[in-house]
């Protein structure tokens, strides 16, 4: 597996890296692993806290530097680089404040004398994206290190120098080294990784191959795992929705990130025929008017697609679209110049039977529906095996309870966005997790982050607790009100790694079972 950085905004290569050896692998989970039980997990949580917040300051005094990485190797424009950077450092320092409040002993109401506490379980591995080189990266570190675990990073192989940054973050405010490490492996690597025992869960956000196989060889190994797989989200326009708003909206909704984001608007279903004619119209004219250019010139409003694999991809997704009986309205080329640049398109009478009907478009494409009425878009927004989230917009908000039968998280008014205190939670088959933060601790679905072994006490004989222990990852969700019943803990932080929580059990406060 090369790890190369190639500027997508020319196509040239840039720099190569070598994938670590199998040797120096192992080395790397034995110092993460020594890091965890003899030093980070027993720290407290304020210097936990105080490494966490330097990384987050060093982070952001560093801006310049850090979003050249990622506009380098990915072609984001340099503002929303920027805004990447900043709001992971707001990641990064949210958990450090809250987590002496959210790793809080908990009592158990309906059961008195019996506590649950949230600790940490080990070294939890993640497969990151190159779409957001920082932000899918914070939101993992940022609840780990401060319960206690330490994690180990396989960064997308087109984004090297920006997994590289991140890890000096830590490197050079005085973490332990361990703590965080970056690691340039292999596929067959990553397997290998599952598999070892001192590896406690995995976590993918990527392509439903990867995640598949991913949660294939979890499973094998009985082990926690979370994907993010991707996402179609809807964005419902309804008759009496105030137009410009909506079309800013729709504009920034699907053009964030050039569309590279699993929760950007890209069905864009109107209510209405007139409506529609009118929505279709001044959508239009927005992203006609984007101007492709160099990404880290702030006049560029179109940039390239990450690269010529994503180009080439998008291209024939819209060419076997138009075979299929799909009309291009806008775009549907590639541009004519270096690099991996794609036009800006819509699509419309797009028909069920067409391929793009369910998919995903990842990039500069948008998909373009007219519906007779709201029965008919709830229907169309569900058509998909993709979840995560959608939007409605309307002039009266008091309908928006009418929207809960769309199975995505759904924002009024609003496009999907991501940040450190939104839920995203969705009932789509290809999600499988959350994509943003949540602070719904007893939802089997919740979006929450720590990797915890949740300790309530429990009168039950050793053997049941090591069996207990055992079954552990088979284990949903529990409330109910009986002694030594499994209950749901409070996780210590809540970002969108969910199903990482597990159970065992202890007799008092003070006594730990040899499990």
């Known amino acids: 597996m090369a790890y190369q950085t190639i500027n997508p905004a020319s196509g040239a290569v840039l720099k190569t890296f070598e994938d670590i050896s199998d040797a120096d692998l192992r080395t790397a989970v034995a110092k993460a692993q020594t890091a965890y039980e003899h030093d980070w997990r027993h720290r407290s949580i304020a210097d936990r806290a105080r490494i966490v917040r330097a990384a987050a300051a060093k982070l952001r005094e560093h801006t310049e530097e850090y979003a050249g990485y990622v506009t380098l190797e990915m072609g984001k424009l340099i503002a929303e680089a920027k805004a990447e950077v900043s709001l992971s450092a707001d990641i990064m320092d949210y958990y450090a404040d809250r987590a002496e409040a959210y790793l809080q002993a908990q009592s158990i109401p309906d059961a008195p004398g019996n506590t649950v506490e949230t600790l940490p379980l080990g070294i939890i591995l993640g497969v990151e994206p190159w779409n957001f080189p920082y932000y899918q990266l914070a939101r993992v570190v940022g609840p780990q290190l401060m319960v206690g675990n330490v994690v180990m990073i396989k960064h997308a192989n087109s984004v090297p120098q920006s997994a590289q940054a991140f890890a000096r973050l830590f490197e050079e405010v ?21 598999d070892d025992f001192r590896i406690r869960g995995v976590t993918v956000t990527g392509s439903e191959r990867a995640g598949a196989a991913v949660a294939e060889r979890a499973g094998r190994a009985l082990k926690k795992s979370v994907m993010e797989l991707g996402g ?66 702030p006049a560029t409003t179109l940039g390239p697609v990450s690269s010529e694999r994503a180009m080439k991809g998008l291209l024939h997704q819209i060419e076997e679209a138009k075979k299929a009986g799909a009309r291009i309205v806008l775009g549907g080329g590639r541009l004519d110049r ?26 500069p494409v948008a998909s373009f529906y007219v519906v007779d009425d709201e029965d008919e878009a709830i229907e169309l927004a569900n058509a998909t095996p993709f979840g995560l989230g959608g939007s409605v917009f309307t002039g009266d908000l008091d309908t928006a309870g009418a929207w809960r039968p769309v199975s995505k998280a759904a924002w009024c008014s609003s496009i999907t966005r991501r940040g450190r205190h939104q839920p995203c939670r969705s009932a789509a088959s290809r999600t499988l997790a959350m994509a943003v ?28 607790i090591r069996q207990a222990n055992r079954e552990r990852n088979q284990v949903e969700n529990s409330n109910e009100d009986r002694s030594g019943s499994i209950f749901r803990c409070r996780p ?24």
């Open 232 to 297: 179609s989200d809807p964005f419902i326009v309804l008759e009496d929705a105030p137009l410009e708003a909506a079309l800013d909206n729709a504009l920034w909704g699907r053009m964030n990130n050039t569309g590279q984001s699993c929760v950007a608007a890209k069905r864009f279903i109107v209510v209405g025929k007139e409506r529609g004619q009118a929505f279709l119209a001044g959508f239009t004219s927005r992203m006609a008017a984007l101007h492709a250019g160099d990404p880290t010139d």
């Open 492 to 515: 210590a932080a809540e970002t969108h790694h969910d199903l990482w929580q597990s159970w065992f059990y202890r007799r008092d406060t003070a006594q730990e079972l040899p499990i």
């Open 338 to 363: 270096p690099g991996f640049y794609v036009e800006a398109t819509i699509l419309a009478d797009i028909s069920k039977s067409n391929p793009i009907y369910t998919q995903e478009l990842f990039g």
């Open 437 to 464: 933060n949540c602070r719904n601790w007893a939802s089997v679905n919740s979006s929450t982050a720590a990797l915890s072994a949740c300790r309530p006490s429990a009168r039950r004989p050793l053997p049941w």
């Open 174 to 194: 005085g973490a332990p080294k361990g703590v965080y490490t970056n690691i340039f492996a292999t596929i067959d690597q990553v397997g290998w990784l599952i």
